[in-house]
């Protein structure tokens, strides 16, 4: 579920904060560990950010404003609920799209779920929204001209061994249409009338949604 490279990014986060004592885990260390994972440090530079500037701002917070342990202390540094919750979010995100994995790109779309975070304030302070990042992800739209998608990361990512572009649709949908020819989805017995109503109510104009009340 969750890439191995997305793993490394997440174990590092851990191993650091230990080191240095911190009490906590939070969305800030987390963003300071995408900008060494692959997937998620493209997409900050294909949004202009400048990676080691923003590696020394987040530095200097984690170290400024995160409580630290007592010296030889025995207790774990736990995650914060935002880093958890960030972590859910991305998890949920690939579930509900049909992908395979979990990678930093993924977390790094998720981060600006903590919108109250100063990990989103730093990115939002040099002109990186979310919107930006999902335009990279899916499109791979840059806000930098010299910034192209590397093959095989993430604006094309490779699927179940092929390398079809990623859309938007294909990023953040499930394809019933695809599902449904290859017999992946059962098929509708004894609904010939109610199937017929609803393709009449599709193809208008005006007034387009279906609703079926009733039994399943």
Not at 43 to 57: I, P, Q, S, T
Not at 90 to 107: D, F, M, P, R
Not at 187 to 206: F, K, N, S, T, Y
Request: aromatic share 4%; net charge negative.
């Amino acid at each position: 579920m969750i890439a191995q490279e997305l793993e490394v990014s997440l174990h590092m986060a851990f191993v650091e904060a230990r080191q240095k004592q911190h009490e906590f885990i939070t969305v800030e260390h987390l963003l300071l560990a995408m900008l060494d994972n692959p997937s998620a440090a493209e997409v900050l530079k294909a949004c202009g950010v400048e990676v080691e500037e923003l590696r020394g701002v987040l530095t200097d917070f984690i170290n400024e404003h995160t409580p630290r342990l007592p010296p030889h202390s025995d207790a774990d540094t736990q995650p914060t609920q935002g880093f958890q919750r960030v972590i859910q979010r991305a998890i949920l995100h690939v579930q509900s799209s049909g992908k395979k994995e979990v990678t930093g790109a993924n977390v790094l779309v998720a981060i600006f779920g903590e919108k109250e975070s100063h990990a989103v304030y730093f990115l939002n302070q040099r002109g990186v929204t979310r919107l930006d990042v999902v335009n990279y992800i899916a499109h791979g739209i840059t806000k930098t001209p010299q910034a192209k998608p590397e093959k095989g990361e993430s604006a094309k990512e490779d699927g179940e061994g092929g390398s079809e572009s990623q859309g938007a649709l294909d990023a953040y949908t499930v394809n019933l249409n695809h599902m449904a020819k290859n017999g992946k989805i059962d098929p509708l017995i004894g609904r010939a009338h109610e199937l017929e109503r609803v393709v009449q109510v599709l193809c208008r104009r005006r007034k387009n949604n279906p609703l079926l009340v009733g039994e399943a």
